[in-house]
T-cell receptor, first 110, second 115 residues
């Protein structure tokens, strides 16, 4: 079966660092994506991992361990505008199907 | 602006009715995905089309159907609507280059309200 887990909610302070975890069990693996979604808006792409290790992109970094079925998204120097839901999604090997996690709602406080 | 367009933005209808949601992918993208997002749920994958053919099927109800036309735009048809069908419906498109990297670009969504 397909299963992706993320914490439901997280809170952090402006200027701090926060790590959002994602664990997955899917039928095959062909890449992991992180998306940001502000309330009522469309998801927007943040990062992509297909090999183990860390991918850095400005204030955002994403890590993947395929053997552990685990990824995290690291957000540095948090800003108020980072308050949003963060969605972990896995692409499986069959039909290029995407499975999205439930999302983590991040609140950044002043 | 992702380049993916969806119409209408909002749709209000009654139970038992049928509606059609429309999506135009980014120029050059061959693949279209449909998702449903309810207030208390994450994105639920419904169906994917690639170059006019159905590629993958997710949790799509039998009352729902979709198609992709020769000009690559896609329509999602929802029939015998129920109150629980009220949700945001997103369309996304991707290039489908054959590599594993396959970023999806999401449209702004259609908010469906069933009364």
């Amino acid at each position: 079966g397909q299963n992706i887990d993320q914490p439901t909610e997280m809170t952090a302070t402006e200027g701090a660092i926060v790590q959002i975890n994602c664990t997955y069990q899917t039928s095959g693996f062909n890449g992991l994506f992180w998306y940001q979604q502000h309330a009522g808006e469309a998801p927007t792409f943040l990062s992509y991992n297909v090999l183990d290790g860390l991918e850095e992109k400005g204030r955002f970094s994403s890590f993947l361990s395929r053997s552990k079925g685990y990824s995290y998204l690291l957000l540095k120097e948090l800003q108020m505008k980072d308050s949003a839901s963060y969605l972990c999604a896995v692409k499986d090997n069959y039909g290029q199907n995407f499975v999205f996690g439930p999302g983590t709602r991040l609140s950044v406080l002043p | 602006d992702s380049g993916v367009t969806q119409t209408p933005k909002h749709l209000i209808t009654a139970t038992g009715q049928r509606v059609t949601l429309r999506c135009s992918p980014r120029s050059g993208d061959l693949s279209v995905y449909w998702y449903q997002q309810s207030l208390d749920q994450g994105l639920q994958f419904l169906i994917q089309y690639y170059n006019g053919e159905e590629r993958a099927k997710g949790n799509i109800l039998e009352r729902f159907s979709a198609q992709q036309f020769p000009d690559l735009h896609s329509e999602l048809n929802l029939s015998s609507l129920e109150l629980g069908d009220s949700a945001l419906y997103f369309c996304a498109s991707s290039v489908e280059s054959g590599s594993s990297y396959n970023e999806q670009f999401f449209g702004p969504g259609t908010r469906l309200t069933v009364l």
